[in-house]
């Protein structure tokens, strides 16, 4: 079993759709949650950046995190074309950061 | 702009030969991160240097070796290439060590390596 999982998708929305993207995983040290963004042929940017459990939000992305089940999840609010991209969730304890394989977003006009 | 440069942009290289990959952090940033990306196994972390020393070390292949210069500089080398070694390198930065309460790592373009 993978320490983090994630669905690769693709997932196809309309413009102004709600956008959920999800993350599980098994290790219970995990203390730190981050979701990246990644344009094609371009280096994953840090999007949002979270610790231990609750909720963050930033303009029309909201990070959540769930530590009693091990889920993760990103909303996005009146999605644009602009973030068509990859989404990678990453988390991390005191010695190691892990990716999730991402999930492919397109949001179509 | 991350402020992390890799070049080069893209690689074409034959099987069997050697290729170094080069990464510069972000001013200041101590730590140096390389990654692997291929379609199919995602993005997987090889070896971590923080301030000239060897950190951590991932799924690194003995065909690849990395290391940080004084001036905080990487250096990835790839040698007896395969078909299989095809695939995006990533160096990524950060102001401190990857425990670190805080730490962000900041990622490069990447370096597209194609093995014919």
Redesign the interface.
């Known amino acids: 079993q993978k320490e983090v999982e994630q669905d690769p998708g693709p997932l196809s929305v309309p413009e102004g759709a709600i956008v959920s993207l999800n993350c599980t995983y098994s290790n219970s040290a995990f203390q ?1 949650f ?1 979701w ?1 963004r990644q344009y094609s ?6 999007l949002m ?1 979270t ?1 231990s459990s609750g909720n963050k939000e930033d303009g029309r992305f909201t990070a959540q995190v769930d530590k009693s089940s091990k889920y993760i999840s990103l909303f996005i609010r009146d999605s644009q074309p602009s973030d068509s991209a990859t989404y ?1 969730c990453a988390m ?11 999930t492919r977003l397109q949001v179509f006009p | 702009d ?1 402020g ?1 440069t890799q070049t080069p942009k893209h690689l074409i290289t034959a099987t069997g030969q050697r290729v170094t990959l080069r990464c510069s952090p972000r001013s200041g940033d101590l730590s140096v ?1 390389w990654y692997q990306q291929s379609l199919d ?3 997987q ?1 090889l070896i971590q240097y923080y301030n000239g020393e060897e950190r ?1 070390k ?1 799924n690194i292949l003995e065909r690849f070796s990395a290391q940080q210069f004084p001036d905080l500089h990487s250096e990835l080398n790839l040698s007896s290439l395969e078909l299989g070694d095809s695939a995006l390198y ?1 160096c ?1 930065s950060s102001a401190s060590d ?2 670190t ?1 805080g ?8 370096t ?1 390596l194609s093995v014919l």
Do not use: H, W
């Not at chain 1, 042929?41 to 840090?46: A, F, I, S, Y």
């Not at chain 1, 991390?92 to 991402?102: A, E, Q, R, V, Y």
């Not at chain 2, 730490?103 to 990447?110: D, R």
């Open positions: 730190y981050m990246y042929r371009k280096g994953p940017e840090l950046y610790y990678l991390k304890n005191t010695d190691k950061l892990i990716f999730g394989t991402g | 991350s992390v991160y196994q995602g993005l972390f951590a991932g990533f990524a990857v425990g309460i730490n962000i790592q900041y990622f490069g373009a990447g597209r």
